[in-house]
Structure formats: C-alpha cells, structure tokens
C-alpha cells in the first residue's frame, strides 16, 4: 500500500490533524467508473467490484439503473449469480426476492402460518448514474457530509465513433492516479513509434489552472509531432483536465472536429485498480481506423500497468516517494486535492480548490 508520507523537495505538504490512513484510501464518497453502460440492457444485471465492496449493478425493465451490495441478507449468497426478471431479483440460494429498491418483496419458503416479517430487511444501495458511456457508482456509505462531489464526466459533442480498453493494474488507487498527472513518466514509458517518434526530452512550460476539484492544462497550436493530432490536420487545441477522484480528461478540437480522450481509475481493492481508457470522435471516417486503433491503445495502457506493478513491488517494500520539481507538482496537487476533499467533508463544508493559477517547465 502507498503511504501518504510524500516528502516534497521543494514545496512543503503539511500532514497535520488528518487520518493518514484516510489520505492512503481512495475518496470514499465520490463517483467511480464501474464499466460501460450500453452493454448493461434492459432487464440484465452484473457484478462489479468497487473500493472492496462487491456489488451488483443492473437495468429494470423500463430502463432505470440500480446498484446494490451483491450480497444476500439471508446466508450472503452473491444476488448478481441469481435471476433478475426486469422487476426483483432472485436469491438463487433459497429464493428470496429482492426489488430494485433493496427491499426484501418475497420469502417463498415461509408457511402461510408463519408470520415472521420479511418486509424489512433490505440490501444496501448505492447511487448510480450514466455518462459519457459509462456507469458512474458512489460507494460511499452513511451520512453525506458535504455534498458538491466533483462532477462525473461528459462528453461535449456527438461521438461517430468510440473505443474503449480496461486494463487492470495491480498497484494502489493513488499509484496508478499518479500516472494520470505525471509528464515525466511519458517519454521513458510511452516510447512507441507512433506515441512518440521522437527520443529527444524537450523542454515545455505549460499553464495550469483550477477547475472545480481539479486542474487543467490548455495548449493551442500544440508543438507535438504525435501522429494522433496528426489525424485531425490542422493545429489543435488540446485541453487536459484532471479532476478528483482519479479522471483525466483530454479534449482536442481542430476546427468542427472533436476528439477526446478520457481516462478514469477505478479502486478494485486496495491493491488492485481498474484503468479505462475511452477514445471518442466525431468524424465517422475514423470508424475505419478502429480495429487499427484497439491493439495501439492497449499497448499504450500495457505500458502503465507493467511499470506501474514494479513502482508498486518497490513502494510495498517502502512507501514513500520523493517527489522532486515542477515535473512532480501536478502529482503534489493531487494530494492537495485529496486532502481538501476529505477535510471539507470531514468539516461539512464545500470543497475550496487550494491551487491556484501557475506555469511549470519540465522536460518529456
Ligand atoms: S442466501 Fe439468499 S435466499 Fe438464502
Ligand atoms: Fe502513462
């Protein structure tokens, strides 16, 4: 597990009055990315594991989401293995049927002479919603606290087209997060042809700024040589935000084109995190380019994972991290962000984004 004991070298984290074990967990009460929602149909439900927590997620009849703990009151039988006929949901075990509303509806094994009261047990529920293609679950249990959540992701155009890659990394939530926010990482790790041609580190210098529960870098007139801006012609724009608890957003316009490319992690287990990479466009001719696309996608994930289960063999054997230079700050803000987050909702107040405007220079 990674510690939060972070030492900057030159900035100072201050560790003061907060859990130190809350900092090492992922944001308890937040929206997660537990799969793609077109594949969830109507009257169809799945299992999905989510902050160590086994739930059961799925689509009634009409077409309205649920999520609830996938665990049966009665003997703990895993709801998700029974039957869900659009309506409740079949305890395969001995029966019981549980509505979409957690509570309990049928004992068929009770007498008609026995008058034991089923009618109040029930099964957990957890928010869910749907954007962007995905299924957005909050895990969070008991009382709210304060409530402005960071926002779950949308996509703010017509997409003609999408990809989608989940890979699953055996390292800490924070770990894996980390390497959303992390330049420096990529000209060592991400070295593919057609990533990034060249081998030479260049000095940038790019503007960061707040955004709620976040930061974003802009660039216009991007300088890079990736043949992925290529394909839209032009000079784009490229955006890229990052937003609690663990979401990258990179949004490129060139002209009416749209491209972008969101990456999200999701906390499997303490030491198991789910990535998922979502490439959408807007122009339909780049549909053909999909089966092209996929293995390159994966590729580019495969190289997060590999490097990202060593870090953590090593930070399971001492976890600290010494984070060095303006290239480390956006990994820095991320603790800044957690940390905020949890205070507030510790307070009951709203979240105050304790970053502030700034350019950082590095080299990638
Ligand atoms: S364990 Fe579910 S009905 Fe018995
Ligand atoms: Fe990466």
């Known amino acids: 597990m990674l510690a939060a004991t972070t030492r900057a070298a030159d900035e100072s984290v201050t560790d003061a009055a907060l859990d130190p074990k809350a900092m090492r967990e992922p944001l308890p009460n937040a929206w997660y990315c537990v799969g793609q929602a077109p594949t969830l149909k109507a009257g169809g439900m799945r299992p999905v594991e989510l902050n160590s927590e086994q739930i059961v997620v799925g689509r009634d009849g009409a077409g ?205 287990t303490n030491n198991r995190t789910m990535l998922t990479n979502a490439l959408y466009w807007s122009m339909p001719l780049l549909n053909l380019l999909k089966p092209l696309a996929r293995p390159l996608m994966r590729q580019f994930l495969t190289q997060d994972q590999q490097v990202l289960q060593h870090a953590q063999a090593g930070l399971d054997r001492k976890p600290t991290m010494v984070l060095l230079g303006q290239g480390d700050l956006p990994s820095q803000w991320y603790f800044r962000l957690k940390r905020e987050a949890l205070e507030a909702a510790r307070a009951g107040r709203s979240f105050e984004n304790p970053l502030s405007r700034q350019e950082l220079r590095w080299r990638s």
Request: glycine share 8%.
């Open 64 to 268: 309205a989401l649920f999520a609830m703990r996938d665990r049966c009151p009665h003997r703990g039988m895993a709801l998700s293995k029974g039957r869900f006929d659009g309506d409740t949901v079949m305890c395969p075990f001995h029966g019981w049927r549980f509505g979409t509303d957690g509570r309990c509806r049928d004992v068929p094994t009770l007498s008609e002479k026995d008058a034991s009261d089923f009618s109040r047990i029930a099964v957990q529920r957890f928010p869910i919603v749907e954007s962007a293609g995905f299924l957005w679950v909050n895990p969070h249990l008991g009382p709210a606290g304060a409530t402005d959540l960071p926002a779950v992701p949308e996509l703010g155009f017509e997409a003609a087209g999408s990809l989608v890659v989940e890979l699953e990394v055996e390292a800490s939530f924070d770990l894996t997060t980390l390497s959303l926010v992390d330049p420096g990482h990529v000209a060592f790790v991400h070295d593919s042809w057609w990533f990034r041609p060249s081998k030479e580190l260049r000095e940038k210098v790019k503007t960061f700024q707040p955004v709620p529960h976040g930061f974003v870098m802009s660039s216009h007139a991007t300088t890079t040589s990736s043949p992925i801006y290529k394909l839209l012609g032009g000079a784009p724009e490229v955006e890229i935000e990052f937003r609690l608890p663990g979401i990258r957003l990179e949004r490129i316009v060139a002209g009416e084109k749209r491209m972008a490319n969101y990456t999200f992690a999701t906390p499997l």
